[in-house]
């Protein structure tokens, strides 16, 4: 059985073609077809292997995507999200980010009454990255944003996941 992609765009899609972007900031994204716009699924394809989407897991998506499927991943090289959710939606795509909001570590510290040292024991993170993180020095990444929104609503669940052994 042909792929959507293929038969749509028939045997001569040039993938070697495409040059991924150099550089640029991992995106989770939660892509689906907006039914009532023109697709342009070969185009859509050429825009996520540009930022950063393998050229199979990119095919995947535009196979599910044809098949008015939902799509979860990861674009590893966007530059410039504001124009890249704008390309994808030219090609009638819907383009939901999930990215953890931003937190403030010292109030979720705070809300708890540990000092530094404490917070960090208690869900396994290091004391100097608490630190910075509090001092401006560095800022968490998605992964730790996601764990500490959890440690904020979730201390006790939080507190049970470090604890955990295998």
């Given at each position: ?92 795509l819907i383009v939901e980010r999930h990215a953890p ?6 109030s979720v510290r705070a809300k708890f009454l540990l000092t530094q040292e404490q917070f ?47």
């Amino acid at each position: 059985m042909l792929s959507k992609l293929l038969e749509r765009a028939g045997p001569r899609v040039r993938v070697e073609a495409i040059r991924p972007n150099p550089s640029g900031s991992p995106v989770a994204l939660h892509l689906r077809r907006d039914l009532a716009q023109l697709d342009r699924l070969v185009t859509a394809f050429h825009i996520l292997v540009t930022n950063g989407v393998s050229v199979r897991k990119a095919k995947d998506a535009i196979d599910l995507l044809a098949n008015d499927e939902a799509v979860a991943l990861i674009a590893t090289k966007v530059d410039n999200y504001p124009a890249f959710e704008v390309s994808l939606s030219d090609c009638g795509l819907i383009v939901e980010r999930h990215a953890p909001p931003e937190i403030d570590v010292a109030s979720v510290r705070a809300k708890f009454l540990l000092t530094q040292e404490q917070f960090a024991a208690r869900f396994a993170l290091g004391l100097a990255t608490v630190q910075n993180w509090e001092q401006g020095r560095s800022v968490p990444d998605g992964p730790a944003r996601s764990f500490l929104a959890v440690i904020d609503r979730y201390p006790e669940i939080a507190e049970e996941v470090v604890k955990a052994r295998p």
